[in-house]
């Protein structure tokens, strides 16, 4: 495992690493073909953008149109160390409150170069016409989000993915139109091609069809999102999983961090057992809401007659100096710190207000309106309640993961040729990732950083052919389809969507908020009796040759099952807390992660050693010649 | 809530679909309409039957998966509401739901709503 970081000092490392890279003439590039699985903003963004560069590329997705990918769905913002504000941003405290925001528990490297960048994404999306807000005079304007004591994160009202997806979708489809670029919706990758130790190909299925059908390239490129929805509740899309990650896992790639999930303080709650999705209010509300619970326990008055010093405010209270934009790991255990002492408010008992009273009183309810209309609308569908009137009600809910396939600086798996960008990768937010920052690395990866080191790999690799004649094609064709005939052989039996509910319960007891060591050796018990269970009683009606949304599911959910007993062992195995790892046994008196660096400070990289057997971990120790590792204070 | 659905099923592109009736119980006001469809699902998995195939996926509004003609209406009775933010607290317990796919000659059925 070599991370191939470059030598020399932080600021100069990309430059460097741009230079030594091997280059392809550009016309020799429509020689190599490269697979992108994914057209998220990380897929669309690279594909886009190799294709410019001349390669062929193939894009494959299972939407029906690329524009669908969940990075739609991303509403507050991205950030980018502009400093338009001049209120001292600077590529450096974008680098330090990312290392900082994640726990010390990311390469410098990789976090430098993603700052570095930041600001060449605004402008190619604002030439692409994204929309972002402006000042009346015309400039763009920024928000805060969590983690920062600085304005830098650009936005398009509660809507910023879609606009930077519509963005990078034309790019893609400017390709498509011009013939460099094959398109191929409605198709999932089941498995990963590896020639003679290289990714070289992969196995899709057609969704409408359910045909089968293999693919051949120089290189892979996986920009496949993440898989919080492995908790089942989670304000992921429903369709986001893992399989392209798992499958490629299962191939020879190491995956990275597997237990550092994302728990977003600001969602609605939980009303019931038929939910089937939870969704976020965005962290910029908390720009101008204010946190808050009564201080009484088990205070059921409606909110407007609890007056104000009988309220906890109680994020300005703990953290005075970042108030309501405390990062997002530290906001959801204060949240499920109050609740769990009985001061929770709604009918479960399991919520906290968000209150926008005041920011109405001074700034006016119009400008509220402005900025977070659509938000409040969403809240107002599901709730029932008006935001402008009542406080928001929000919990704790599952919202992203920093664990993902390993990857080096060049964004290349341990697996040559598999390259991993988005949220599939590991590589940049440590345990805990900043509120803004998943678009800014998506499109730093997808628009910036592959695109050269492809390059490089396709430049500097001697690629022997890999024609699908190649026996690992029909090989890694024939595991697929092994794998469809076990997964559909029940005559009867219990929908893929009852195990999915029932292991993300499982997951969000033992491995969710606070994590032990007697809750984490209960749930991998509890994952492979309920592992067994589905692969006895999992049933898949209608055809196998036909567009069938349950067979899907339960190939999704097949690896959900597998993972998240990895995600467990990986939890286990590291006692220290960090970031949104919160080991019960290692708290400061006041309830904070402590770290260990003395025996954690590393990447554990896990390696799948073959069915049933334990997977093996190995450590990327991580270096700070930069930094100083120190308590992250947000006192 | 207990409403009775007639919904579309069509097997493939080619061949001719047909309204079957489902009685559904036990549905709360809180439940968005693709959560009734999702328990319609299980029920009818457990008894052997298809599953009703529709298409979803954000289930907040924005990705445009989602369909669904509901009496009638593209995505139910209310304007600028998408069906999957559509709850069923918006219909009348002991009600009748058509339910269709949305019919375009640009867009030909797949199979059932999709
Ligand atoms: C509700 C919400 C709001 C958010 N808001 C913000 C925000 O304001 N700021 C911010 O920075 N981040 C935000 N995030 C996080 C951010 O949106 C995601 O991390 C990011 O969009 C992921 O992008 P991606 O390109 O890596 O993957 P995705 O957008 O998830 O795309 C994955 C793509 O891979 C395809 N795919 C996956 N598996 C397969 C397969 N096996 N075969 C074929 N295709 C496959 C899918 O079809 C899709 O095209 C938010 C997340 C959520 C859930
Ligand atoms: S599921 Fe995305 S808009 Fe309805």
């Excluded at chain 1, 920011?359 to 400008?367: C, D, H, N, S």
């Excluded at chain 1, 309106?369 to 009600?393: C, Q, W």
Aim: aromatic residues 10%; proline residues 4%; charged residues 25%.
């Amino acid at each position: 495992m070599d991370s191939r970081i470059p030598a020399g000092d932080l600021q100069g490392k990309w430059t460097r690493c741009k230079f030594e890279n091997k280059l392809v003439a550009p016309a020799n590039r429509k020689k190599f073909t490269v697979i992108v699985v994914g057209s998220g903003l990380a897929g669309a963004s690279a594909a886009a953008t190799l294709a410019e560069q001349g390669y062929k590329v193939k894009v494959f997705t299972y939407h029906d149109s690329p524009r669908r990918a969940h990075s739609i769905a991303a509403q507050g913002g991205i950030n980018a160390a502009k400093n338009y504000q001049n209120d001292g941003d600077s590529v450096y405290r974008l680098f330090y409150d990312t290392i900082k925001g994640g726990d010390f528990r990311a390469r410098e490297a990789n976090v430098y170069r993603l700052a570095e960048v930041s600001a060449s994404i605004i402008d190619q999306c604002v030439a692409q016409g994204v929309p972002f807000a402006r000042e009346y005079g015309g400039t763009l304007t920024n928000r805060s989000f969590g983690g920062a004591q600085v304005s830098r994160t650009f936005y398009a009202r509660g809507q910023t993915g879609q606009q930077l997806l519509l963005g990078a979708y034309s790019a893609l489809m400017r390709q498509y139109g011009l013939k460099h670029l094959e398109l191929h919706a409605r198709e999932e990758m089941l498995d990963l091609v590896v020639v003679d130790g290289k990714a070289r190909g992969i196995v899709t299925r057609n969704l409408k069809t359910g045909a089968l059908q293999t693919h051949t390239a120089d290189a892979v490129v996986l920009a496949t999102g993440g898989y919080g929805n492995i908790f089942y509740l989670s304000t992921n899309a429903k369709k986001s999983n893992a399989t392209a990650a798992w499958r490629a896992y299962k191939r020879g790639a190491l995956m990275a961090n597997p237990c550092f999930t994302q728990i977003h303080p600001t969602c609605i709650p939980v009303t019931g057992d038929h939910q089937s999705k939870l969704t976020l209010m965005s962290e910029s509300l908390r720009n101008d809401g204010r946190v808050w619970v009564p201080k009484a326990k088990g205070d059921k008055r409606p909110p407007s007659q609890i007056p104000v010093d009988e309220r906890d405010y109680y994020l300005e209270r703990m953290y005075p100096s970042f108030g309501n934009l405390a990062p997002r790991d530290i906001a959801s255990r204060a949240a499920k710190r109050v609740c769990d002492e009985g001061r929770g408010v709604g009918s479960s008992g399991l919520a906290v207000y968000l209150d926008f009273a005041d920011a109405i009183r001074v700034q006016g309810k119009e400008t509220i309106e402005t900025k977070y209309g659509n938000l409040f609308a969403m809240y107002e569908k599901i709730t029932d309640e008006n935001p402008y009137e009542v406080p928001m009600r929000i919990y704790p809910a599952v919202h992203y993961v920093m664990g993902g396939l390993w990857v080096d600086y060049h964004l290349m798996s341990n697996l040559p040729g598999l390259f991993v960008l988005g949220e599939a990768n590991f590589s940049d937010h440590g345990a805990n990732r900043l509120g803004a920052s998943a678009l800014m690395q998506g499109l730093a990866d997808g628009y910036f950083v592959a695109p050269y080191t492809i390059g490089n790999y396709l430049g500097g690799t001697k690629l022997a052919p890999a024609p699908l004649s190649h026996e690992a094609f029909a090989g890694t064709l024939g595991d697929v389809k092994a794998r469809i005939a076990l997964l559909s052989k029940n005559k009867s039996g219990t929908s893929a969507l009852e195990f999915h509910r029932n292991l993300g319960k499982i997951l969000w007891e033992h491995c969710g908020m606070a994590r032990n060591d007697a809750g984490l050796k209960k749930a991998i018990g509890e994952i492979k009796t309920l592992r067994e269970a589905f692969w006895e009683d999992v049933f898949i009606p209608g055809s196998e040759t036909n567009m069938n949304s349950e067979l899907e599911l339960a190939g999704r959910v097949a690896d959900f099952m597998e993972l998240a007993e990895l995600m467990c062992v990986d939890a286990l195995e590291r006692k220290e807390s960090c970031g949104g790892h919160l080991r019960e046994e290692s708290q400061t008196p006041e309830g904070e992660a402590q770290r260990d660096d003395s025996k954690y400070c590393y990447v554990a990289a896990w390696q799948y050693q073959g069915e049933g057997q334990p997977a093996k971990m190995h450590k990327e120790n991580l270096v700070f010649e930069n930094v100083k590792l120190a308590e992250r204070n947000y006192k | 809530m207990k409403f009775t659905l007639k919904i579309w099923r069509q097997e493939t592109p080619q061949s001719s679909g047909k309204f079957v009736s489902y009685p559904i119980d036990s549905i709360t006001g809180d439940m968005s309409f693709l959560e009734m469809l999702d328990m319609l699902n299980v029920e009818l998995v457990r008894k052997g039957e298809p599953a009703v195939e529709f298409e979803h996926d954000c289930r907040e509004g924005i990705c445009g998966s989602c369909s669904l003609t509901i009496n009638g209406c593209p995505h139910g009775p209310d304007t600028g509401t998408a069906t999957c933010q559509l709850h069923m607290r918006r219909f009348k317990d002991g009600e009748t739901l058509y339910i269709e796919p949305w019919r375009a000659r640009a867009f030909p059925v797949i199979k059932d709503l999709v």
